[in-house]
């Protein structure tokens, strides 16, 4: 193969695409088994499941065997994929994750215009159980209640969760159309909210009381996307305790790997497992977080290896 062939089936990743971190620690939080990843991304190899033409960043490839080897020495038996929108409405690399991981991930799909029930319902069997909707400029421009009711129609009688990807202003911009969608709702990433706005900026009083009304999640991930200080993220780390204190029913965590659209280089994996003795520092709620709310929200079998889980 020459030299322009392989640039042309290994596209360059775009800036702030870093590759992950060369060696994250390992945790010295031993976390309960059953512990679920709720937020990752398999990314191509792009030889095999090239990239979305239309994508507006390119990433670093991150196969399923690369992040099953992260989730390993994370300690961290399940997980769910999140589609990136680098994928488009191609499922094929998130269905061959699920094949290969014989229960113990779940998927999160992107729903477009032309993505049929039929395809639908294949998603579903082969473990999806959550749709995004992807309101960050970067990514897209944010859909219609056209669109949403689409999607919302096409997924109906399914039990799918409504996965909303969108920042801190947007989250009191649609305040008022999140309360108005059916089933749960989950805001991703700390909804990105701004700590440079405050602690009562319109953002953060929006999402305690979306969380306070009983029907949205939301995942306390991205603790180094939405810290003013760096590593350790304490700022942020606050933030998501806070969080995981008022609705500790409705949390849940991922890791984000591999942080694609990001600044500077990748956080190291193995730290963001260890802040969650900080984020959930009380064993009852370290298990809501980490095993008992992700079962739930995304329709997980009970862990046989769960002290939790009553043997029969």
Known sequence: MTEPALRATHPAPSPGCPPPHPAPRRPTLVLPPGSCDAHCHILGPATVFPYAPERTFTPVDAPKEQVAALHAHLGLSRAVVVQSS?????????????????????????????????????????????????FLPHLRIAPTREEIDSVLERVDGLGWACELHLTGAEVADHEALIRTLPGRVVIDHLARVDL???????????????????????KVSGVDRVSRQGPPYADAVALAASFVRQAPDRVVWGTDYPHVNIRGAAPDDGLLVDLLADIAPDPVLLHRLMVDNSAELFDFPPDPGDPHVEQT
């Open 196 to 218: 440079g706005d405050g602690p009562h900026s319109p953002a953060l009083r929006s999402l305690r009381r979306l969380l306070d009304s009983g029907a949205v999640w939301l």
């Open 86 to 134: 680098c994928n488009g409405h191609d499922h094929r690399a998130l269905l061959d994750a699920l094949t290969a991981g014989r229960g113990t991930l779940r998927g999160v799909a992107l729903i477009g215009e032309r993505t049929t029930r039929v395809a639908i319902e294949e998603l579903h069997r082969a473990g999806v159980r959550a749709f995004r909707l992807n």
